[in-house]
Each structure stands twice: as structure tokens, then as C-alpha cells.
């Protein structure tokens, strides 16, 4: 006799209501830095190891602040406390377009649509965050959205990590295999531009040096909610955000 | 030094050693190369040396490779290296006959620096896939430019590994590298007749960062945030060896606050991890409610931790010397308050999993290791301590404050799933009650001392919560790494894990691979 499904009932919904309804229980999302105005724009950026911050000044009203590239930010968190700190946002909608992107998907795809993960040397934080979508917490499901194996059934390519170059043909192959419209999601700071680990002998360092890329998801690692922000943005259900932010 | 009546007569009676005392706690042997097999056997087998990890250096001032074998005593907490030095290209005896787990060390070191050991049977496509990557390349070495790919390229052929089974209808059945739903990259070749697996190939590293190589000529301070990331989820553990390597070059001693709260992120991260895993297993078996209640569990931890210190997975929590930030009243207040429930809840789907018979089929006698193999590949951490080996640094060689506050060591015999499943919801359960005396008990006090940037080398090692791991680093006076050597359990264990799977039925392999909960990040770094 299995009494599973009583133990399930018992614990209750634990569902976000997300995007319908407003999240923000604590610790669903690490934040980031907010660009913003400054006195010393100088001490704020220079606390980035990656150069995520870039000091700005404005001509006509000497006005100086702090901008904010998302796609350097690996969540170090230095900017985030001390007497030079930025404000954090509590945010997570941090899916981005690129320059390259196609249109979103539509309404055909709005209730189903299908996933294909490859692993190009994320480690274990971005991984642990992209199991945790069909988590109870986040249920993917609920919103059409379905993670499938095959490139054949896919309408999203996910990625993430650095793009190692023993993953390089792994990820062209699939590209080739997904029926057409296809777009294609990099995750986390990592697949942006290689994040801490960068171009090297081992990694493309970005996965736009492969294939074409719609939608950057940064964050280290993006939490699970901007995850899906991602997603539902590939198919225009929520609107896309920006990859900088200017004081 | 207080070493064994033999194994000073050992040095003293041979003349071709020489030796020095690095620290009080570690003693090198200048060992010429032809006396390595000898002394490691010694080693093993009269002193009971475990093996730490294997390295190569090639400094700039000298003309010869360096390679230091380092052993631990876990009675005693000494540390014992051997050190050859050997000119590139040349050969060195293996001594992966006697101390099994070095067997990937060599030929990770072949792979890296084209060191050839002797008597090594499988050398060749290991780190570095011989259809993707050219020939006569060692990457590890200083001539090579590690910030772009080489010209040159590999074979192109797919690769092949030997077939073992000749039978007729035997089928070689692949695994990956993309694979399941939300899987690591790697390939797992299965040998099978039709429904047992005879052998497992494995072949990692697709994951490949190269991260010990990109890792030179960076900062120090670029090193942590290295070393925080090339396995996120054990992030805090990593972070900590570096640090403490750091700390051991810089001579200096966090405050007894920020060790305890260092211990405190890294019990968390535990029992975080153990829970991952504990999801994992129970989703292999397709028992959805059970892996619903572990992840609902992972992810409160996981918002628990990013109340604590900001980052869901502790990163930019460490810094050299202590901790960046201190935790507030309230942030400890939170932490005491929420543990116990989370306890409950992992003692209550512990109960429920052991009362499920049709789960524990599934599990139990499943990918065994037994406590032979256990030792002969060297495992580590809770895949260990489920095959019956008793061993774990935060007693064997205790760091920060874990020799005052030594935890329980849960140890099981069977070696199988059911084992390895009970080891991860023990620890979980201790490693709560330690949190929770640490936090009885905590100094007030700062969290940070001054750790100044020198030359020179260290050591340092943390139990990770898939095991030991061993973090070397070298840097010069201006902070830069000229070596940084990860010797993970990924790596450690990873190699004994083909081992468990030979006779298992084809369907339960992704069970097994789950009930061994391994990072392949971890091992590819
Ligand atoms: S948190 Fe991001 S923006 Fe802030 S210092 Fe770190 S990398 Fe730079
Ligand atoms: S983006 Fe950050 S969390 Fe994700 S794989 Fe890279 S280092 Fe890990």
C-alpha cells in the first residue's frame, strides 16, 4: 500500500503563482546590482573583479553614476554591501533578446512548448537551478512549457556553461536537428562570454561563436524564475528585459 | 616530526633520499625516481598512507618537471610527499599498480604534460578527446598558450573504445553526452549481451575547462572566484580549501567566528547537496512525490541560504582571511528557527522511503561497491563511508575548528544503493546538529583577519560533501597563480564507479548513477 500521494496532498501547494500573481518570497532570486546615480562612480566600479560596472558621466549635467552590464555580472557579490554598494534589485525577469534575435514564437507555442537542455560545462549551481524548474516550488508544466531529449520534438535549445569544445558538436548537431522555428536560449553568464572561465583553449567562451543565439539569460546562476522568464519571453507570453542598465 | 620508528629508519638507511620538514605537519622525500614504487608500496602498506592527489609542476626556473605524490596518515594527520622531479618527455614508473586511485592521475598526466608512466596500460584519450584535440600537444605545459585553441586538430574519428565482450549479439549501447532531461554531459558506453551489463566505458571531460591552466597567471583573488565556480554545487567546500591554501602562504589564522561560521555555510551546503541527491534517486525510480518533497527541501535550503549571505549557492561568501560579511542576529535567529523543520522533513521522507518496500527493491543490492574495492580505488566521502570505509578529513585531518568539534562519522558495510542512500540522510541529520551547537556556541568577535599575499606554495584540503578534496595552490609575491592543482572526490570517485555497475540490469543504470550522486563538473573542472 503506498501512501505517496497522501504524503504529497499533506505538504500542500508550494507552487509560485508567477507570472499570473507577484513573487517575491525571500531567497527565490539572489537580486543584482542596479545601475545607478553615484558620487564616487569610480570606488563603486572599481570593487567589479569582472568589469561588470562602468562609470558614467554625463556631459551637460556633470551628473555621474554607475551602469550595469548584466552580462559580465557573475554574482560576486562584492558591489553588493560596503560603504561603496550599489542597490540590489530583488528581481529575477532577467531573460534579455539579442541583437540577433528572431521574433517570439506566439500563441501557437504559448501552451506548448518544448525544451531541449545540453550541458556545455555548467557547473553545479546553474545545473541544480535548471532541475529545479520542473520542481514543485516553480512546475514548469503548468505552463505548457515541457523538457523534452530529443532535438527532433524541440522548439528551444538551452544551454548552458561555457561552451566546452568537446560539446561543440554535440550542440551543432542538435541545432541541425530541431524542426524549424527554432530558437535557441543561453544561460547564465557562462554561455553569454565564458563568464569566469572566458575564451580559452578549452572553451568557445560564448555560444554565439557557434550557433545564433535569440535570448540571453544572464545571472550566476540565473535563478529558476528568470529561467522561465526566459522561456516565456522566447514565446512573447512576458516581456523581455535588458542586458545593461544605464544610471 | 613524529613519524614511525621505521619510517625514519627506512630514510635514514637509504642513502638516495633525502628529506625535509615543510611544516611540522608535512614531511617531503626527495625520492629518485626508480625508488617511487618501493616507498609508495612502503607507504601503503606499512604506514596505511592514503592518497591525497598527484601533481606536476614545471616552474619557470627550472629545467626538469616536478611531480609530487602526496599521501596523508589518517591516524596521525601527517602529510607525506614524494617528490620526483623527471625531464619532460621522459618516463616515470606508474605506481597506479599499488595505489589504484592514482590511476587517472597518470593518465590525466600523460594526457597534460605527455609524462608517460611505465607499466600504464591505458594512456591516451582521457582529459583531452583524441578526436577533437591534436597530437603532441600538452596543454598544461608553460609553452603552451592556454588563452585560444591550438591550429592543429584531432583525428575527427569517432571514438571507440576496446569491445570486451566478443559474444554474438552483444551490443555496445551508448549514453550521452546529451542525455535525459537535465543530465551532466558525459559517455557512458554499456557492453551488454541483451540484458545485463557486462562493462562500462566511461568516458568524461566533456566538460573540460581546463581550469588548473587558466587559473596561471591570474590572481589570486581571480583564483577564489575560480574556485567558487568550476563545481557550483559544492561551491563553499572548494571556495574553503582555496582560501585556506591562501591563508597557509600568508601566515595568517581567521578568526575563531569566521571558522565556526565557515563550518556553519559548510554543513549547510551538505545537507543541501545530500538532499539534491537524495531528489535524484528518488526520481531515478520514478517515485515522483518522494523526489517533490526532496526538491521542495533543496529549495528551501536553497532561499534559506540566499537569506543568509545573498547567494543561493554560497558564492562571494569567503574571502581570504574569514568571511566577506558577518551573519547578523537575525540572520542566525532565522537559521536556528528553520533547521529543525527542515530536519523533520528529511527525517519524515526518510521514514517513508524506508517503508517502501517497491523503492527499496530498486535500490538495495544495486550498484555495489564492496569494502574491498571501496579501498583499492581509494573513494571517498559518503560513497565510502557507505562501502565501510571509515574516513573522513574533518576528523582525519581536521581544519578550521572541526578537530573541537569533531562530527559523527556514519559509517555502512553494504556498499549498495540502500547504503549510500542511508550515509546521505545520516550525515544530513548530523550535519544539522552540528550547525546547530555551533550556533550554542558561536565567539563574538571579527570575521575577518588581514591575509597578506606571499611567495610560495600550500596544501589544503576540505570534505567536501562528495569528499575529500585537496586544493594546491602556488603563487608568486605579486599574487599571481603559477600553479593550481584541484584534486576533487569527482575525480576520485568517478573512477571507481564502473566498477559498481558491471552485472547490473540495463534499466537500472541511471538508478545506480543516481544512488552514486557524482558531479561531473567536479571531475572535468
Ligand atoms: S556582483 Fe556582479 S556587478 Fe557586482 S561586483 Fe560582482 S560581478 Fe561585478
Ligand atoms: S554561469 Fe555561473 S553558475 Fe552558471 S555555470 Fe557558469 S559559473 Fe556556474
Known amino acids: 500500500m503506498s501512501f505517496w500521494p497522501y504524503y504529497g ?72 554591501t560596503g560603504s561603496h554598494a550599489l542597490p540590489w534589485s530583488r528581481d529575477f525577469a532577467w531573460g534579455a533578446s539579442t541583437a540577433s534575435a528572431q521574433p517570439v514564437l506566439g500563441s501557437r507555442f504559448s501552451a506548448s512548448l518544448h525544451v531541449l537542455y545540453i550541458d556545455a560545462g555548467a557547473c553545479g549551481a546553474c545545473v541544480n537551478e535548471v532541475r529545479l524548474v520542473d520542481a514543485p516550488p516553480y512546475n514548469l508544466h503548468r505552463l505548457g512549457i515541457f523538457v523534452t531529449a530529443t ?14 569544445d568537446a560539446m561543440r558538436t554535440a550542440i551543432l548537431k542538435a541545432y541541425a536537428a530541431m524542426p524549424a522555428p527554432k530558437r535557441v536560449m543561453g544561460m547564465g553568464t557562462c554561455a553569454i562570454n565564458g563568464g569566469i572561465f572566458g575564451e580559452s583553449f578549452a572553451c568557445a567562451g560564448g555560444l554565439e561563436k557557434i550557433i545564433p543565439v535569440d535570448l540571453w539569460l544572464p545571472g550566476c546562476p540565473p535563478p529558476p524564475l528568470a529561467i522561465i522568464h526566459g522561456l516565456l519571453s522566447l514565446v512573447g507570453r512576458v516581456a523581455p528585459a535588458s542586458l545593461e542598465e544605464q544610471p | 616530526m613524529s613519524i614511525s620508528i621505521e619510517l625514519q629508519t627506512v630514510l635514514h638507511s637509504n642513502s638516495a633520499l633525502s628529506w625535509h620538514e615543510h611544516s611540522e605537519q608535512w614531511l617531503q622525500i626527495m625520492c629518485p625516481a626508480e625508488q617511487l614504487p618501493t616507498l609508495t608500496r612502503y607507504l601503503l602498506e606499512k604506514e596505511e598512507a592514503e592518497f591525497a592527489t598527484l601533481l606536476v609542476e614545471e616552474l619557470a626556473d627550472q629545467e626538469n618537471l616536478t611531480v609530487h605524490y602526496l599521501f596523508y596518515l589518517p591516524a596521525t594527520g601527517k602529510l607525506i610527499e614524494l617528490k620526483v622531479a623527471v625531464k619532460a618527455g621522459a618516463e616515470l614508473p606508474a605506481i597506479s599498480d599499488t595505489v589504484h586511485a592514482a590511476d587517472w592521475h597518470e593518465r590525466e598526466a600523460w594526457d597534460l604534460y605527455g609524462l608517460r608512466f611505465s607499466g600504464h596500460p591505458f594512456l591516451g584519450d582521457f582529459v583531452l578527446h583524441d578526436d577533437d584535440w591534436p597530437e603532441g600537444i600538452d596543454p598544461m605545459r608553460r609553452q603552451f598558450d592556454g588563452s585560444k585553441r591550438p591550429d592543429a586538430h584531432g583525428t575527427g574519428a569517432e571514438w571507440a573504445p576496446p569491445r570486451l565482450l566478443q559474444e554474438e549479439g552483444a ?3 551508448p549514453i550521452g553526452p546529451v542525455w535525459g532531461d537535465f543530465n551532466e554531459s558525459g559517455l557512458w558506453l554499456l557492453e551488454t549481451p ?121 558564492f562571494g561568501v569567503l574571502t581570504p582571511g574569514g568571511l566577506r560579511e558577518d551573519l547578523n542576529t537575525d540572520a542566525l535567529e532565522i537559521l536556528h528557527n528553520n533547521l529543525p523543520a527542515i530536519d523533520q522533513r528529511m527525517r519524515a521522507l526518510e521514514q517513508h522511503l524506508e517503508e517502501s ?24 566521502g559518503p560513497i565510502a563511508r557507505a562501502s565501510g570505509r571509515n574516513i573522513d578529513l574533518r576528523r582525519n585531518l581536521p581544519y578550521g575548528q572541526y578537530g573541537f568539534l569533531a562530527p559523527d562519522v556514519p559509517l555502512e558495510e553494504e556498499g549498495d544503493g540502500y547504503a549510500r542512500l542511508r550515509v546521505f540522510f545520516a550525515e544530513s541529520r548530523i550535519s544539522v546538529k552540528l550547525i546547530l551547537d555551533l550556533l550554542a556556541f558561536l565567539p563574538d568577535g571579527p570575521i575577518h583577519s588581514p591575509c597578506p599575499v606571499r611567495e610560495g606554495h600550500a596544501l589544503a584540503w576540505v570534505e567536501a560533501p562528495s569528499g575529500a578534496t585537496f586544493h594546491w595552490l602556488r603563487c608568486t609575491a605579486d599574487g599571481l597563480i603559477t600553479r593550481l592543482r584541484l584534486g576533487t572526490p569527482g575525480f576520485r570517485n568517478w573512477h571507481a564507479f564502473e566498477r559498481a555497475i558491471e552485472g547490473a540490469a540495463f534499466q537500472d543504470f541511471p538508478i545506480i548513477l543516481a544512488t552514486w550522486g557524482l558531479s561531473v563538473a567536479e571531475n572535468d573542472r
Open chain 2, 194 to 314: 541483451g540484458e545485463q551489463i557486462r562493462y562500462l566505458h566511461t568516458r568524461l571531460f566533456y566538460k573540460y575547462r581546463g581550469v588548473e591552466k587558466i587559473a596561471e597567471g591570474r590572481t589570486v583573488d581571480q583564483g577564489l572566484l575560480l574556485a567558487e565556480r568550476f563545481a557550483g554545487a559544492s561551491a563553499f567546500a572548494h571556495g574553503w580549501a582555496y582560501c585556506q591554501a591562501l591563508e597557509q602562504i600568508g601566515a595568517c589564522q581567521p578568526p575563531p567566528r569566521a571558522e565556526q561560521l565557515r563550518m556553519v555555510f559548510a554543513e549547510l551546503e551538505r545537507i543541501r547537496h545530500h538532499a539534491a541527491n537524495i531528489a535524484e534517486i528518488a526520481g531515478s525510480t520514478a517515485l515522483s512525490v518522494a523526489k517533490a518533497l526532496a526538491q521542495g527541501i533543496v529549495e528551501d535550503l536553497l532561499r534559506l541560504s540566499a537569506r543568509l549571505c545573498g547567494h543561493r549557492y554560497f
Open chain 2, 357 to 380: 518496500s517497491s523503492f527499496l527493491d530498486r535500490i538495495e543490492e544495486m550498484g555495489t561497491l564492496d569494502s574491498q574495492m571501496a579501498k583499492t580505488y581509494g573513494v571517498v
Open chain 2, 171 to 173: 551490443i555496445v549501447f
Open chain 1, 9 to 80: 496532498l499533506k505538504r500542500g501547494i508550494s507552487t509560485t503563482s508567477w507570472p499570473d500573481g507577484e513573487e517575491d518570497s525571500v531567497g527565490i532570486t539572489p537580486g543584482r546590482p542596479r545601475a545607478t546615480q553615484s558620487l564616487h562612480p569610480e570606488e563603486s566600479a572599481a570593487q567589479c573583479p569582472t568589469q561588470a560596472l562602468r562609470v558614467v558621466k554625463q556631459q551637460e549635467t556633470s551628473e555621474h553614476g554607475v551602469a550595469v552590464d548584466f552580462s559580465r555580472c557573475i554574482h560576486c557579490q562584492r558591489c553588493r
Open chain 1, 151 to 164: 532535438p527532433r520534438n524541440a522548439d528551444v535549445l538551452l544551454v548552458a556553461g561555457p561552451i566546452t
